[in-house]
Antibody
Framework: EVQLLQSGGGLVQPGGSLRLSCAAS????????MSWVRQAPGKGLEWVSG????????YYADSVKGRFTISRDNPKNTLYLQMNSLRAEDTAVYYC??????????????????WGQGILVTVSS | SYELTQPPSVSVSPGQTARITCSGD??????AYWYQQKPGQAPVLVIY???ERPSGIPERFSGSTSGTTVTLTISGVQAEDEADYYC??????????FGTGTKVTVL
């Protein structure tokens, strides 16, 4: 059974830093890309960042580029999101998600088949 | 980046059919995916690659596409289908986009 267990959220002051973790089990972690998706209170889903199975390729939304860093430790089956220079608008529930992605003819397949439980990050003084 | 636009809300009576649209200029060139999210819960994938249904998802959920619009159809809506629904797409650059979300209310 696939499980994604998140930790590391909490309250942080503007300008501060926080690191989220996502411990994976039930699948071959290094074979799959992973992503972070967030949801501000009462708002919709926003993709934040993605990383390839090897960790060699990373992707970021413009809203977090230069402030957030996604990484993974494959021997530990763990995904991370290092968040620096946090702003009030980064307040959200953050989800980690397992990615299915591959080329399919002229199309590119990319979606999330399993999600973590979500963890709240509050940026406030 | 591009946008995916959904209606904010759809209301439907039990047993009727709900249709949720998602519009975006890139959709003719990209697959779309649909997620259901109930309050306080993580999203759940209900449709992938425009019209494929994951195992465990009821047959009343179906997807279709036409030009720049994809549609999630829930046939014979049940009270348990009341939730927020999001479309999603992505391109080969690694950039992913979610739709604006639609709240489905079962009357």
């Amino acid at each position: 059974e696939v499980q994604l267990l998140q930790s590391g959220g909490g309250l942080v002051q503007p300008g501060g830093s926080l690191r989220l973790s996502c411990a994976a089990s039930g699948f071959t972690f290094s074979s799959y890309g992973m992503s972070w998706v967030r949801q501000a209170p009462g708002k919709g889903l926003e993709w934040v960042s993605g990383i390839s199975g090897s960790g060699g390729s990373t992707y970021y939304a413009d809203s977090v580029k230069g402030r957030f860093t996604i990484s993974r430790d494959n021997p530990k089956n763990t995904l991370y999101l290092q968040m620096n220079s946090l702003r009030a608008e980064d307040t959200a529930v953050y989800y980690c998600a397992k990615v299915i992605n591959y080329g399919s003819g002229a199309y590119y397949v990319y979606y999330f088949d399993y999600w973590g439980q979500g963890i709240l990050v509050t940026v406030s003084s | 980046s591009y946008e995916l636009t959904q209606p904010p809300s759809v209301s439907v009576s039990p047993g009727q059919t709900a249709r949720i649209t998602c519009s975006g200029d890139a959709l003719p060139r990209q697959y779309a995916y649909w997620y259901q999210q109930k309050p306080g819960q993580a999203p759940v994938l209900v449709i992938y690659k425009d019209s494929e249904r994951p195992s465990g998802i009821p047959e009343r959920f179906s997807g279709s596409t036409s030009g720049t619009t994809v549609t999630l159809t829930i046939s014979g809506v049940q009270a348990e289908d009341e939730a927020d629904y999001y479309c999603q797409s992505a391109d080969s650059s690694g950039t992913c986009v979610f739709g604006t979300g639609t709240k489905v209310t079962v009357l």
